[in-house]
């Protein structure tokens, strides 16, 4: 199934990298890096940028922030490594970090090395000619709520983690927080934004508890292995992960998973193959994590609300650049309406009551 694994294609050219400078850099640095450079870059995502290096036979994969980011705390390059130097030892699914540059000069700003993960990756759709029956997109979608409980599992505090976040009063802050950053890129009239701000402030829950927390957890940021597509060998964009309320966590992922039987409007934002016949559903996912974890997870609708939200946000943080010309990538331009729908979304699953 090698045909299958996840390759990097010619840099965006609004995203291009010093290839000379970095090429003298590495050589510096790193006694291995010998040779020509060859730089190319994963096309998908839209925060934080990730190019494949490669002198000779050997492979890097580089991690730096967006062109034209102005999102205050985002983006923290160095907290993105230390965070894997220490959670790979204990969860390898965690890419491997190997080196940090706190030196802007290079690439236009800080940026870190890590191993690289080779295997699949399921984007909106599985890779053409890669078949997933009902029985594999079952088993499949149950790894990732196994995984996501074996996350929240870990001892963080024995792993040197402990000073990650602070859990104590995380959804209040996580609540008010994202509100704010919303107000703070906003570009259009969206109603829906609105309320769905009121309610969430109102129905603010108490803590279920702490965890490491991925906040970015879906099937797009797990790699899987070439040989059993249903065995996460990778977990990978760890840039939001912080410790607080894993049901926050477990929420993420609901708002990211679009079900066959979902609204149109719903199904036009489907990111990843959730749909595929055999795969969970969403309450079928909070049924299972809660058998997995022993957590309470009643009130997963507040989360689940939130967490369409705070990606409708995310989605506007990243239309503010283009919207402002702090970025000239054209595959922002439509992001407006991604929003707009996420916040439709959100306001839905509360006046229903149900995600």
């Known amino acids: 199934m090698n045909e299958f694994l996840d390759q990097p294609t010619a840099v965006r050219p609004c995203e291009e990298l010093d290839v000379e400078r970095l090429q003298t850099y590495l050589a510096a640095h790193l006694p291995e890096a010998s040779g020509p450079l060859t730089v190319r870059q994963f096309p998908s995502g839209h925060s934080n940028l990730t190019y494949c290096l490669q002198c000779g036979r050997r492979q890097w994969i580089l991690r730096r922030p967006p062109f034209g980011s102005k999102v205050k705390g ?18 390898p699914p965690a890419p491997e970090p190997l080196w940090f540059c706190d030196d802007p000069s290079v690439t236009g700003d800080r940026f870190y090395l890590m191993r690289r993960i080779e295997g699949i990756i399921l984007r909106k759709d599985p890779p053409a000619g890669l078949e997933i029956d009902a029985a594999t997109a079952r088993r499949l979608s149950q790894s990732l709520v196994d995984n996501l409980a074996v996350l929240h599992g870990l001892d963080y505090e024995a792993a040197g983690l402990g000073e ?34 009121a309610w969430l402030v109102e129905r603010m829950p108490g803590e279920s508890g702490a965890a490491l927390v991925h906040n970015d957890y879906k099937y797009d940021n797990l790699v899987l292995d070439a040989g059993d597509v249903t065995r996460i060998v990778g977990l990978l964009d760890w840039e939001m992960s912080t410790l607080g309320d894993p049901l926050m966590d477990l929420a993420t992922a609901l708002a990211y998973w679009v079900e066959a039987d979902d609204p149109p409007d719903l199904q036009q934002l ?12 969403r309450a079928e996912i909070v049924s299972r994590y809660a058998a997995q974890t022993g957590r309470d997870a009643s009130n997963i609708v507040y989360h689940y609300v939130f967490a369409l939200f705070k990606v409708g946000v995310i989605v506007q943080q990243i239309y503010y650049r283009y919207h402002h010309g702090l970025t000239s990538d054209a595959r922002f331009a439509p992001l407006i309406d991604v929003a707009r729908r996420l916040f439709r979304a959100s306001l839905r699953a509360m006046e229903r009551d149900q995600i």
């Not at 976040?165 to 969206?190: C, E, F, L, M």
């Not at 990111?271 to 055999?278: D, I, K, R």
């Open 74 to 91: 985002a983006h923290d390059m160095g907290r993105e490594y230390r965070i894997l130097s220490k959670l790979h030892v204990v969860y």
């Open 164 to 197: 990650l976040g602070k859990p104590a009063g995380y959804v209040t802050r996580q609540v008010n927080g994202w509100i704010k950053r919303y107000a703070g890129s906003r570009t259009h009239d969206i109603p829906e934004v609105d309320r769905v701000s």
């Open 270 to 281: 489907r990111w990843n193959p959730t749909s595929l016949p055999g795969s969970l559903s």
